[in-house]
């Protein structure tokens, strides 16, 4: 069973009741929120209702705008540790220390499979430094998520290096997708980010799929690698294939 919410109700009081139905649904398996406008009282409930239902499986909240950003950790430390989620995806606007006490919950985490995170900041900047380290953190000790998508990170060379860094001594984790924005494009002049996942690959016998994207849009125009682009996707693609083999 799929609940879908429209824009059509914008009213967080009227969702309640619905947010709290999830609770006593011994039959709902999967739950997909569009277009919600959800304040931290909102979310509170939901986390509630979460926590009362451990038959739900898989949570979207993909469209999810999330009211200022701050006061969602409730929802993130009941998503962190439901004992039957195997699938979820979080949308914009929660901060990056929500995200922070997500990567971290899931450091034990022995049920989810898959992680979509948008928007998320890897740029290792010091003011978002804390979710570079607990998605590092998160990596090391989690052997069970299978798949991990960060669509749309702001990545920078220090950010690129600590997840390598966290990949290397992981086991479980077969696919990663980045889909990157850098600020700098002198960090593409390098390749930093790029090159510590192949060294990454050295280690890690595990992981069999790579998408690195490194020609996302922002503000500063649209990067691409230099003449180097080939060779350095070759070398990953044959690793992979090492990897392939292997299983």
């Not at 979460?50 to 979207?60: D, G, H, T, V, W």
């Not at 570079?132 to 950010?159: F, I």
Request: with cysteine; proline share 2%; net charge negative.
């Amino acid at each position: 069973m799929t609940i879908y919410f429209s824009p059509v109700c914008r009213d967080l009081n009227a969702r309640t009741s619905i947010y709290q139905a999830l609770a006593s649904n011994e039959g709902l398996r999967k739950v997909t929120f569009a277009s919600t406008h959800m304040d931290a009282e909102a979310s509170g409930i939901l986390a509630k209702s979460l926590r009362a239902n451990p038959r739900i499986e898989s949570l979207n909240l993909r469209g999810t705008a999330f009211q200022k950003k701050e006061g969602h950790a409730s929802l993130m430390n009941e998503i962190a540790s439901h004992a039957g989620l195997a699938e979820v995806c979080v949308e914009s606007g929660l901060s990056q220390g929500d995200l922070s006490l997500l990567m971290r919950g899931l450091e034990n985490n022995k049920v989810l499979k898959m992680l979509t995170v948008y928007f998320s900041d890897l740029s290792g900047r010091k003011h978002d430094a804390e979710f570079v380290k607990a998605t590092h953190e998160m990596l090391l000790n989690n052997d069970t998520l299978q798949e991990l998508s960060l669509p749309k990170p702001m990545l920078s060379a220090a950010g690129g290096y600590s997840l390598s860094k966290g990949l290397e001594k992981n086991r479980g984790l077969l696919k990663l997708h980045i889909g990157a924005s850098l600020r700098d494009p002198s960090e593409l002049a390098n390749q930093n980010a790029f090159n510590y996942m192949l060294d990454m690959l050295d280690s890690n016998t595990t992981i069999q799929d790579i998408d690195i994207d490194l020609s996302a849009e922002n503000k500063a125009g649209c990067w691409e690698l230099d003449e180097d682009e080939a060779t350095l996707r070759q070398q990953m693609r044959e690793k992979l294939e090492r990897n392939r083999s292997h299983q």
